[in-house]
């Protein structure tokens, strides 16, 4: 299906196209709906705010009477507050003490804040210049009634849950999760609770550093162990989580070793390769295969490349076959802070940091090079992106910069 090896965009692109969404449905109660995908575009069932009411603490007033004396003494005839309106008309010499989120009493149109008033007794007077309507939350000022609070295929965040809460939601219709399995291959490996690690036996990193990168809501996840290089026991590790799973992915022994058994588990389950080897480093050799529109991730052994095809690649495709519609990672274009040559034809994505010297922001490279080494990941920033046909990186050149979500807000 593809020319090898793949540039990565094509590869996204054209598996995008084959994924099939899944169709099921449930409802859960919205404090349990962070990270799931909404099933359906959802409009507000009100104005918010329903009434216009105070954006601050402090006097209402008639602005005509201000603008026609300044020095007018308004004498305070009640107070307002949030949930226990002030039901009477304030006429045109008086003030209504009132504070934020109450509703605007009728002849009211301006609020001062307090610390703009002197107060004397049941006496206030103005101390700046006013604004009709200053300081006063219209109908409708954050949502009007039918407004789009979330369209379908998006992820709910927790500004999400606020305003679903706020214009009158109390339970939402999800996408059913994605089940996905993942497993780490490799005779040398063993679990970090292991007791018995013999010599020349490593920690398995990778598996428990993708379950937490998928560590997402809309992902039921499966630990399906560690699998000996074994085609045959492989193949049967394959056959057991697409037995369980929609997605199955697994690192380690996707290159073209004597003890590298992807390719050939992949036959013998009966799944047909669509990707093998991408036009990236770190990642090359990886592969992708399909059975009954299952979808089987060969990840590189090297935790930098399982890491970095798992943000560029995989992560986009699970938030379509969830349902999601934002499938393109966040991009930005910074200055380079770095010297860099390459090969022609493959793209590099180089950990790196950004840097601030108070004038300028760019980007430097992080940590030890190869693709085995975690400790580049653990204090980066994020991915820089070498393009394909770029031979040499010089400082101040445009680049492109994905940034890790952990390093957000």
């Not at 598996?15 to 962070?34: F, G, R, T, Y």
């Not at 390769?273 to 529109?293: D, E, I």
Request: with cysteine.
């Amino acid at each position: 299906m593809f020319i090898k090896p793949t540039k990565l965009e094509h590869a996204r692109v054209e598996l995008l196209k084959s994924i099939k969404l899944k169709k099921n449905v449930i409802e859960v109660p919205l404090q349990k709906a962070s990270e799931r995908i909404s099933y359906k575009k959802i409009n507000s069932k009100l104005n918010l705010p329903s009434t216009t009411n105070s954006a601050v603490d402090g006097y209402g007033i008639a602005s005509a009477t201000y603008f026609a004396n300044p020095k007018t003494e308004f004498s305070v005839i009640g107070v307002a507050k949030a949930g226990h309106p002030f039901k009477k008309k304030i006429l045109s010499s008086q003030a209504i003490e009132i504070y934020t989120g109450a509703i605007m009493p009728l002849g009211v149109d301006a609020i001062v804040m307090h610390e703009k008033c002197e107060r004397i007794d049941n006496k206030v007077k103005i101390k700046e210049d006013i604004k009709k309507n200053q300081n006063m939350r219209p109908v409708g000022e954050n949502l009007k009634k039918g407004e789009v609070v979330v369209n379908k295929g998006k992820v709910l965040n927790s500004a999400d849950i606020g305003q679903l809460a706020a214009s009158g939601n109390s339970k939402v219709n999800v996408y059913e999760k994605v089940r996905v399995s993942v497993i780490s291959t490799g005779d040398e490996l063993v679990s970090a609770n292991s007791k018995n690690r013999l010599e020349g036996q490593i920690y398995d990193s990778n598996k428990p550093m993708l379950l937490s990168l998928l560590s997402q809501n809309y992902l039921n996840l499966s630990d399906m162990g560690i699998v000996k290089d074994n085609r045959s026991k492989l193949a049967a590790k394959y056959a057991e989580a697409l037995s369980k799973s929609d997605v199955v992915i697994s690192s380690g022994g996707a290159s073209d070793g004597i003890e590298d058994h992807t390719q050939n588990a992949l036959k013998d389950v009966g799944a047909k390769c669509l990707v093998w080897q991408l036009a990236m480093k770190p990642g090359k050799p990886m592969a992708v295969g399909n059975l009954k529109n299952k979808l089987i991730f060969c990840l590189p052994g090297n935790p930098v490349a399982a890491f970095v095809c798992t943000k560029l690649l995989i992560k986009p495709l699970l938030i379509k076959m969830s349902g999601g519609i934002d499938l393109e990672p966040l991009e930005i274009k910074l200055r380079s802070g770095f010297e860099h040559t390459k090969r022609v034809g493959r793209a590099e994505y180089l950990r790196a940091k950004i840097v601030n010297d108070g004038k300028d922001t760019i980007i430097k490279l992080h940590g030890r090079k190869g693709a085995g080494v975690i400790s580049s990941l653990t204090g980066a920033d994020g991915i820089v992106e070498i393009p394909m046909e770029c031979k040499s990186v010089n400082i101040g050149d445009l680049l492109t910069f994905f940034p890790f979500d952990h390093r957000g807000l």
